[in-house]
């Protein structure tokens, strides 16, 4: 078992990715082209075996959107389910600072809209899960939830069977006692721009 981070461009933002599974390394015969065990390795490894699980758990964080704040939780929920199933997360567009966050827009914007950050993971989904994943559980916490029950309804994606929210914010989020407060705030934010 191991925990990966990675950077990966998701529709054109970088966004940093966690990855809980089981290591599987990957060695290529540079002379023949074919899997080895003798040879240097290709790729330091490979975080979903596409024989070992069918399923994989995607974790969509609330705000701030950093997905390393939830990697005790990824160990807990992968260790639950006796280490054969992959727990992916994916961190929120422009919430992660990297040195290239200044230059980036977000369809044309300079801050990722809540409906980018639907597109976003949709995107994610589409380009980044192996093919051979055919169940998928999105467990979004706080506005991840949202984000999860958006990305299921507006997704053509099959492999999606179930969403589960933690602490979910799901509607009437500009009514709260804290979006009465911010969303003044994030309007005149966005007027600046």
Same mark, same amino acid.
């Given at each position: 078992m191991a925990f990966h981070y990675e950077w990966a461009t998701v529709r054109g933002a970088r966004t940093l990715l966690m990855k809980v599974a089981?290591? *599987? =390394?990957?060695?290529?015969?540079? *002379?023949?082209?074919e899997l080895s065990v003798n040879a240097e390795p290709e790729v330091d490894a490979l975080w979903s075996n596409p024989?070992?699980?069918?399923?994989?758990?995607?974790?969509?964080?609330?705000?701030?959107?950093?997905?390393?704040?939830?990697q =005790?939780?990824?160990?807990a929920l992968w260790r639950s389910l006796g280490g054969t199933v992959p727990v992916w997360?994916?961190? /929120?567009?422009? /919430? *992660?600072?990297?040195?290239?966050?200044k230059q980036?827009?977000?369809?044309?914007?300079?801050?990722p809209t809540l409906q980018f950050q639907v597109d976003h993971k949709r995107w994610f989904l589409d380009h980044y899960v192996p093919p /051979? *994943? =055919? /169940?998928?559980?999105?467990?979004?916490?706080?506005?991840?939830?949202?984000?999860?029950?958006q990305m299921a309804k507006q997704s053509k994606d099959p492999r999606i069977n179930h969403v589960i929210g933690l602490f979910?914010?799901?509607?009437?989020m500009a009514l709260t006692p804290h979006g009465r407060i911010y969303t003044p705030v994030f309007k005149y934010m966005n007027c600046l721009t």
């Open positions: 089981k290591v *599987v =390394e990957v060695y290529r015969d540079p *002379v023949n082209a024989t070992d699980s069918k399923r994989m758990l995607l974790l969509i964080p609330g705000n701030p959107g950093c997905i390393n704040y939830y =005790e939780f990824a160990l997360g994916i961190s /929120h567009a422009g /919430h *992660v600072f990297h040195d290239k966050l980036e827009t977000f369809d044309g914007n300079a801050y /051979h *994943v =055919e /169940h998928i559980t999105i467990i979004g916490h706080s506005i991840g939830s949202y984000i999860a029950l979910p914010t799901i509607e009437r």
